[in-house]
């Protein structure tokens, strides 16, 4: 079964820093992985996934992640945070298969500091 | 049309009530979920629904009750639900069932029980 760590619960960046969240993995064959952002009270929107191909993926709102089988990692990065940032993300882990679901991880909640 | 919707935003019941919530797409997705969100915490799967079947039933208390009437509309159906139910309720759909889809999720619902 596979399983998603994501190591940091609250992180605070400056506006206009770069960000990086970090993203574990635990799969025995190639994961399909995603990246949520939940705007406080709102659902979840997809900021990229990654599936196959090229390790390095982009998403929307100038967000991409790097896929690293070796380190089982998929961290998100952005090179310069805007306040409207702040909000909690989920990595996410699913199989190829019709019976699975996606895994969350536990989120992490990202402070934007003026 | 890539949104799911959810009715109603916010709904207050008692513990003797029987309450409803809704959730549509339009996007021609086969698959349809319904989450349970607490405070600070990831979504948790509660059923899933693939070509209008019931295809998963993560242990759900029967107080909970899903339905999905035809491909585009989610129903969940609650009867004397607890105050520990009180939680964002929310509904997502995807193209097929199987954790390699990535879902688009609805606004939610927030529920709070008396």
């Known amino acids: 079964a596979q399983s998603v760590t994501q190591p940091d619960i609250h992180i605070t960046v400056s506006e206009g820093a770069s960000l990086e969240l970090r993203c574990n993995y635990s799969y025995g064959a190639t994961p399909y992985l995603f990246w949520y952002v939940q705007s406080p009270g709102q659902g979840l929107q997809l900021l990229l996934k990654?599936?196959?191909?090229?390790?390095l993926v982009q998403g929307i709102k100038g967000f991409e992640a790097e896929f690293k089988r070796s380190q089982s990692s998929f961290n998100l990065r952005k090179p310069s945070v805007h306040w409207s940032d702040a909000a909690e993300y989920f990595c996410?882990?699913?199989?190829?298969?019709?019976?699975?679901?996606?895994?969350f991880g536990s989120g992490t909640r990202l402070s934007i500091r003026p | 049309d890539t949104e799911v919707t959810q009715t109603p935003k916010h709904l207050v019941m008692g513990m003797t009530n029987k309450k409803s919530l809704k959730c549509e797409q339009h996007?021609?997705?086969?698959?349809m979920y319904w989450y349970k969100q607490k405070a600070k915490k990831p979504p948790e799967l509660m059923f899933v629904?693939?070509?209008?079947?019931?295809?998963i039933n993560e242990s759900v208390p029967s107080r909970f009750s899903p339905e999905c009437p035809n491909s585009s509309l989610l129903n969940l159906h609650l009867h004397a639900l607890q105050p520990e139910d009180s939680a964002l309720y929310l509904c997502a759909s995807s193209q097929a069932s199987g954790g390699y889809n990535e879902q688009f999720f609805g606004p939610g619902t927030r529920l709070t029980v008396l």
């Open positions: 996007m021609g997705h086969r698959a």
């Open positions: 629904y693939s070509y209008e079947k019931l295809s």
């Open positions: 996410a882990v699913g199989a190829h298969s019709s019976a699975s679901k996606i895994i």
């Open positions: 990654y599936f196959s191909g090229d390790t």
